[in-house]
């Protein structure tokens, strides 16, 4: 990895794998999503992995320190990095308060990325949701020179994901930002909290849709309780087969 000026401690690189390796075990992370944090001495780069699957990270080998202006890698023969980086750098580039970021593609956020149903609070891990989380739909900023492939491939479409997060308040006031047809990216002051945000994003999202799929089958008809009783009794008499 290349090194800056003020070389980093060697437990931001344990937190930053580790992070990643638990983002991908709760299902939050495949093998495109990663994990970033705001370099702890040199607040003008970050740390992120090379383009790899955030599961096979293994050590510092794996990370690239990149300048915050423009997503470059301090170290010129660094090894090829993710094509998104950019939605970390301007992140880290309008929020100064923010020191570590998600970007994920997970199952469980893309259904409320492309309806008209809202990502709500629905358990109290999910409180941090707030009142409304806003969509970014990357369709309006498109340029006629711009691969529509729904990526943030540049600077210009990466300050534009990042207003989203402040809604033109200059604060990072929206912890999490949902992306059209494409995922979510989360936002925190250090790899601790964006990890525990982005995997309660996830988790918050499922519960919301059984919840939506249970009031749909309101109208089901249950086992009566005595039915239920006798066909116990018969599951218990049948017993083992060979």
Sequence with gaps: MATSCTPPTPSIFHTLISGSHILHH????????????????????????????????????????????????????????????FIHSEIYKQYPEIHSVVHSHSPALLPFTITGVELRPCVHMGGFLGNRVPKFD??????????RDLLIRNQRLGKHLSGYFSEG????????????????????????????RA???????????????????????????????????TMEFVGPRN
């Design 26 to 85: 709760h299902g939050v992370l495949d093998a495109y999503g990663h994990l970033s944090v705001r370099h702890p001495e040199q607040p003008n780069t970050f740390l992120m992995p090379r383009n790899v699957a955030p599961a096979l990270m293994s050590s510092r080998a794996d990370i690239v320190e990149y300048r915050v202006e423009d997503a470059s890698p301090v170290d010129p023969d660094s090894p090829p990095g993710y094509v998104e980086r």
């Design 169 to 196: 308040s200059g604060n990072s006031s929206h912890p999490v930002v949902l992306m059209r047809g494409h995922g979510f990216t989360v936002i925190g002051g250090g790899i601790e909290e964006s990890v525990f």
């Design 199 to 233: 995997i309660y994003t996830a988790e918050n999202a499922r519960v919301q849709t059984a919840s939506l799929t249970l009031q749909l089958a309101a109208g089901t008809s249950p086992l009566k309780d005595n039915d239920a009783v006798v066909s116990h009794e």
């Design 138 to 147: 990357i369709a309006e900023f498109y340029s006629e020179e711009d691969v």
